[in-house]
């Protein structure tokens, strides 16, 4: 069971992560998204500050050790401000996660101390321009003697520019997939840029090549042969930050149409007494309030080790498609206007469209759920994870 910091701390803790969201962080959107370059100079500093590296990484490791209940609202909140900062922040946290969770003590020891005050940072390679994901990959890693050497191709590989080592899965013996942890500096391993990406401005999504990449065989993520379960570990939980990154964008776009409303007036009067104004409010609403009551019903599963395979793939499709309805109105609310730069309008729909891809696409999601259900996955009643 995950309990997290005490109240006080915490509350201490979001306040200053919430501060230098939009002190610090916000104001920098019109430079990212003219550039198509996050300001490391200014936001990694930032970020370290307020202990946002941190937040999900144990206290054994010099991290916060916030319960997943209370990373959610702060994740969110970087939801709201320019989404390339968001899905920095994101993978970096994601797979830190994943790493205390899943590697040895060792590899936790080398990792998650620098991780968690920003020195260092774990980047996950799964996808591949020729294949598909899961049994489908061609990248090989085969042992000889104390060694793994891997060959192969990644791509769209998240902070490609920033990690300082990559959970890397592969085929190892058999054929089987393995994940393997590659530093950043192993001979052989280079990392280039791909194109710029239609929103998230920043977020580096680049291709990764190993050719006769040699790292040590205690890099080996638990046994060979089992990274398909820790690529289901990772992205269970993983899917469950996606969909509270479309919580946060949705909200702001939710609140920026209020606003909106209330303030535009034609015919004499604000648009927000128009029924049909009135009803894209209403329809808005009802899907932040839907995501945010079905996060807080698998936050509470997970912080009391219940696992979620059928959730974290429901939610996190039933996020994308929300955020996506309700960033659609707050663009019809806003008009003509809205499709220019004067509002974050245009800027949230377009970093709202990452979430289709991250952590496996709509067919990925209906496919686990569909196949968790029909083994037999029943739903645990959301009112057994409350305090008796």
């Not at 430079?31 to 990484?57: M, N, R, T, W």
């Amino acid at each position: 069971m995950t309990v997290g910091l005490p109240s006080d701390e915490y509350a201490k803790l979001r306040e200053a992560v919430f501060t230098t969201i939009w002190n610090e962080l916000d104001p920098l959107e019109h430079q990212i998204e003219d550039s198509e370059k996050i300001p490391y100079e200014i936001v990694l500093p930032a970020l370290k500050a307020c202990g946002a590296f941190g937040l999900i990484i144990p206290r054994e490791y010099g991290g916060s050790g916030l319960s997943i209940a209370q990373y959610l609202p702060i994740l969110a909140e970087f939801a709201k401000i320019q989404g390339g900062i968001r899905a920095l922040v994101h993978v970096h946290n994601s797979f830190a996660h994943a790493l205390s969770e899943i590697g040895s003590e060792e590899q936790k020891q080398a990792i998650l101390p620098g991780a968690a005050v920003g020195e260092k940072s774990l980047a996950f390679a799964l996808t591949e321009p020729d294949n598909g994901t899961g049994m489908d990959l061609s990248t090989r890693a085969r042992r000889e003697g104390d060694e793994y050497v891997l060959n192969g191709r990644k791509w769209l590989i998240t902070n490609s520019d920033i990690a300082s080592h990559f959970l890397v899965l592969a085929k190892t013996a058999d054929k089987q997939v393995s994940a393997i942890i590659v530093p950043r500096d192993a001979p052989g391993f280079t990392i280039t840029p791909l194109p710029e990406t239609m929103g998230c401005k920043g977020a580096e999504h680049g291709e990764l090549v190993f050719t006769e990449v040699r790292v040590p065989a205690s890099n080996l993520v638990g046994a060979e042969g089992e990274g398909i379960k820790h690529l289901e570990r990772a992205l269970e939980i993983s899917r469950v930050f996606i969909a509270a990154s479309s919580l946060g964008t949705a909200s702001r776009a939710l609140d920026l149409s209020l606003k909106y409303a209330k303030e535009r007036v034609t015919f004499g009067k604000p648009i927000a007494e128009r029924q049909a104004i009135q009803r894209y409010l209403a329809e808005m609403a009802a899907d932040v309030y839907a995501l945010r009551g079905m996060l807080a019903d698998v936050a509470a599963k997970w912080d009391r080790d219940r696992r979620v395979p059928a959730e974290s793939s429901l939610i996190k499709q039933f996020g994308l498609e929300a955020v996506g309805r309700v960033t659609d109105r707050a663009l019809l609310v806003h008009g003509g206007i809205g499709y220019t730069r004067k509002y974050p309008i245009e800027r949230l729909y377009r970093d709202a469209r990452l979430n289709w891809l991250e952590e496996g696409t709509p067919t990925i999601q209906y496919m686990v759920a569909a196949r968790e259900l029909l083994d037999g996955y029943t739903f645990h009643d959301a009112f057994d994870c409350l305090p008796q």
